[in-house]
């Protein structure tokens, strides 16, 4: 049964798939899939630095777009929507691209850049800058909100997982298979 975004059913069944996913996945968690989102989302609401550096008055999702390669078994692009309202983490969820791409901040790369990104090789902000990373959105409210960007992207490290370089073929195989079962049962194309 496909869900429609936006509807409490929805929310369910993807709250219940990645508490299971979670309980049933061996850890390190691979990057991107459920399981390490909900280990994010579980981090940052939890997390009092982001907390105490989070902007008061920020309002506004954002989005970040990992871009499709099959070499890593992502035959899809990936929209990340995390729902950051003033100084809290509401949600973290994986959602179909029409509502990814209408988050207020969309930030768009490769999965080699986010790779960097998590690694701490390339700072977000900066790798926007550069045009190495690609917004949409308000840039200068962005660079406004740097503490808060840099700390969600330490707490992904902390969080910890396995990177795209480091899966074995059969890890590509999860991912391919994890993303289109997610594709179907939640409509996330």
Excluded at 14 to 25: A, H, P
Aim: charged share 25%; net charge neutral.
């Amino acid at each position: 049964m496909a869900y429609t975004h936006g509807t409490p059913e929805w929310e369910a069944a993807y709250v219940q798939k990645t508490k299971e996913r979670m309980e049933s996945q061996p850890k390190p968690y691979i990057y991107f899939m459920p399981e390490w989102v909900g280990a994010w989302e579980n981090f940052l609401k939890a997390d009092p630095i982001y907390k105490s550096v989070a902007l008061p008055d920020w309002q506004g999702a954002v989005v970040l777009h990992v871009q499709k390669n099959p070499d890593f078994g992502v035959d899809q692009d990936i929209y990340v929507y995390l729902d950051l309202h003033k100084n809290e983490c509401r949600s973290i969820r994986i959602v179909p691209s029409e509502y990814g791409k209408k988050g207020a901040y969309v930030i768009t790369g490769s999965i080699e850049r986010w790779m960097a990104v998590g690694k701490k090789q390339l700072d977000v902000v900066k790798g926007m800058m550069q045009g190495k990373l690609k917004l949409k959105g308000n840039l200068p409210a962005i660079v406004r909100a740097i503490k808060p960007a840099v700390r969600l992207v330490e707490a992904a490290a902390e969080v910890g997982g396995s990177m795209p370089d480091e899966w074995s073929p059969a890890q590509i195989e999860t991912v391919r298979k994890t993303i289109k079962e997610l594709a179907a049962e939640f409509n996330i194309d």
